[in-house]
Nanobody
Framework: QVQLVESGGGLVQAGGSLRLSCVAS????????VGWFRQAPGKEREFVVG????????DYRDSVKGRFTISRDNAKNTVYLQLNSLKPEDTAVYFC??????????????WGKGTLVTVSS
């Protein structure tokens, strides 16, 4: 069993930055691949980026390429998502999720409750 808690969201002006954290509790977190997802108001949840247990990173969602960066610190059971050059369209609840299998919205085993990012214009 893995519990995930996101933090770091907030209100920021366009062009600003935030760093989201996802802290995991439970055993053997380093064996899990982790993904960041987001859900904007009235829209479906979408995949942003993932990091495999081996350290490899998936492709970033096109709209965030060059602006967002995923990283993880297994010693701290934490995965980060650095958000730079934020745009109003990045406004969403950001979720982290973990899986022992494939990365993808339909394959995640555990989900956090999310952290809200609001970008003002």
């Amino acid at each position: 069993q893995v519990q995930l808690v996101e933090s770091g969201g907030g209100l920021v002006q366009a062009g600003g930055s935030l760093r989201l954290s996802c802290v995991a509790s439970g055993r053997a977190f380093s064996r899990y691949s982790v993904g960041w997802f987001r859900q904007a108001p009235g829209k479906e949840r979408e995949f942003v980026v993932g990091m495999r247990w081996s350290g490899g990173t998936t492709d970033y969602r096109d709209s965030v390429k060059g602006r967002f960066t995923i990283s993880r610190d297994n010693a701290k059971n934490t995965v980060y998502l650095q958000l730079n050059s934020l745009k109003p369209e990045d406004t969403a609840v950001y979720f982290c999720a973990a899986t022992l299998g494939r990365l993808g919205i339909e394959h995640m085993d555990y989900w956090g409750k999310g952290t809200l990012v609001t970008v003002s214009s």
